[in-house]
């Protein structure tokens, strides 16, 4: 439909609550929105008038929209935010969902309970502590509150384990109560796994105060020994505190929001405080949006909040959307208590909302200054390789073998300059030459182009730039595998010095581009070659593990941990294969080393594997 059929329909539209959804030519949902009035909201899309870059972009994709019409502004509230997360529409503001977002487990059925992290809550009947924001700040915290207290940080099993081994190191260190000898017993663990829980459930001030009155009475009865152990824990758990360890995301009874809006990136930042304190930070970077500022709140607000479930008493906004009062409904229903929306005017929460605020300019400030880092690199690489465009995507390529077996090639992908491991891919070369680095680099491109021809999404995505490592033959190659594919995209090829570093590119036609002048170009090139070579070798290295292994495991007698055993000690395939049977027998029982001996001396005609390195 054209722009003036669109605004056409829309102008047939009611005077009502709805959904609207923007799709495009191939019927791809690209937006949704809610409404007030969807006749005027819709309408505004398709006038001519002061629309952002972004928005113009988006209605020039619009093919045609559909509507949904409900009978309040709440039911709209909740139609969008369920089509938004089926959909996944390219323009509306997408955070991460909570498959992201770690939960602690404990069953305290058992009798020596230990932590668990997993990916979302359970219906067993074990207790779950969560959602928190990350799993690096989540273990970090484990790890802090473990060392305070004590408690196991070791890989052994109880009550199986006991008794079984010496106590390892962190007992030695005093680091650990040494739980693996039986002594504390199983009621003092329940015990110190209960303090572990307080602090986890935000309850820090309260083991504080019991474990502060059990040094006051053991000191009463003379009993010293015991008031230092517990004058030591009472330090270690008021530096927890001190640090501000961040495990109460999940227990803030306020929070508070701040958001900017920055040229390149825009910023959401989630401050979690309990009873006053400030003791986590959630932080998260996005294109900047297509809406104003009360439609972003909005959106940032709903997609944050509902995929955790887990809610705060008060949350302070820098303004109130049109939708806060439906969206402190739809909470407070979710979570079983009253959730406030505020935007405070004065005192303490005025000042939690405006650090908020601060906090996200500085992030979106941050950001867009690598951005401008990021825009400057690939305005030069354009400008030195004669390029269309500065190249956001990257793909590069390099080819490994070990003499001469195993060639593989490995795909890496930048974008922006910031790799996506995603989209990485590997190749095992089918019909190239064992050595012929050429032939193998014809196959690969090949391969990968002949997926985006038949439309396999995983290559559905081409590149503005191909970095081969190579020279300019190498460089030629992939050109000429290009045209026959009807392509016309810039290759490069990757020169090394002496030393194994990038020193420069180089063009099909051998015309070299120096990269010494510009150290921030220099630094990403080398990246990226030292990444796509990180990934050839261990793909390779780890055909050739498989080789090795499977030659073994076809020997009668010759298990996982016979192979171990032989390994560790001959280190090769070709090392066993010229052992006597009396050196094998030093490593492995008498009748494997027979077995492991005879294998080896077998006429080919047998089926001898020959594998060696």
Known sequence: MTKDELREKALALPLQPGVYIMMDRRGEVIYVGKAKKLKNRVVSYFREGNHSPKTEVMVSRVDHFDVIMVRSEFEALITENQLIKLHKPRYNILLKDDKGY??????????????????????????????YGSRTTLFAALGA???????????????????????????????????????????AYRKRIGDALLVFEGKSDELEKQVS???????????????????????????????????????????????????????FVVLHYIGGKLLDKDMMLLE???????????????????????????????????????????????????????????????????????????????????????????????????????PRRI?????????????????????????????????????????????????????????????????????????????SLHATVALEVLRQFGLDLPVLGMVKDDKHRTRALITSDGRELGLEGNPAAFSFIGRIQEETHRFAIEYQRSLRSKHISSSLDRIPGVGEKRRSELLKHFRTIKAISAASEEELRAVVPKNTAKAVYDWFRREPEEGRDETCE
């Not at 106590?167 to 739980?179: A, D, K, Y």
């Not at 012929?436 to 503005?464: A, H, I, K, V, W």
């Open 395 to 471: 793909e590069a390529y390099d080819i490994s073998n070990l003499s001469g077996e195993d060639t593989v090639a490995s795909m890496t992908v930048f974008v922006d300059t910031k790799p996506l491991k995603r989209d990485y891919r590997r190749f095992k070369m089918k019909t190239a030459g064992g050595g012929d680095d050429y032939g193998s680099m014809r196959e690969t491109l090949q391969r990968r182009l002949t997926e985006y021809r038949e439309g396999n999404e995983r290559f559905s995505t081409l590149p503005d730039l191909f970095l081969i490592d190579g020279g």
């Open 102 to 131: 770690p939960y602690l487990r404990m069953d305290l059925r058992e009798d020596y309970p230990s932590w668990k992290v997993v990916g979302r809550p359970g219906t067993d009947g074990a207790k779950y502590l969560g959602p």
């Open 145 to 187: 509150v473990n060392k305070a207290l004590k408690l196991p940080q070791c890989s052994r099993k109880f009550p199986a384990d006991i008794g079984k081994e010496r106590p390892c190191l962190n007992q030695q260190m005093g680091l650990c109560e040494g739980w693996c000898t039986g002594t504390p017993d199983a009621s």
């Open 213 to 267: 009155c059990e040094m006051e009475q053991a000191a009463e009865e003379l009993d010293f020994e015991k008031a230092a152990v517990l004058r030591d824990r009472l330090r270690a758990l008021q530096s927890l505190g001190e640090k501000q360890l961040a495990v109460a995301g999940a227990l803030a009874d306020t929070d508070a929001l701040g958001f900017h809006r920055g040229a390149a990136k825009s910023c």
């Open 288 to 390: 900047t949006p297509l809406e104003e500022d009360e439609e972003v709140l909005s959106a940032l607000v709903r997609q944050y909040y509902l995929p955790r479930g887990v809610y705060p008493k008060n949350i302070l906004l820098p303004l109130l959307p049109e939708d806060g009062e439906d969206l402190a409904r739809l909470f407070s229903e979710q979570s079983g208590h009253k959730v406030n929306l505020l935007v405070p005017q004065r005192g303490d929460m005025r000042l939690r909302a405006e650090t908020a605020r601060m906090n996200a300019q500085q992030e979106a400030e941050r950001a867009t200054d690598r951005e401008e880092r990021v825009s400057g690199i690939l305005k030069w690489l354009a400008e030195a390789a004669s390029l269309p465009k500065p």
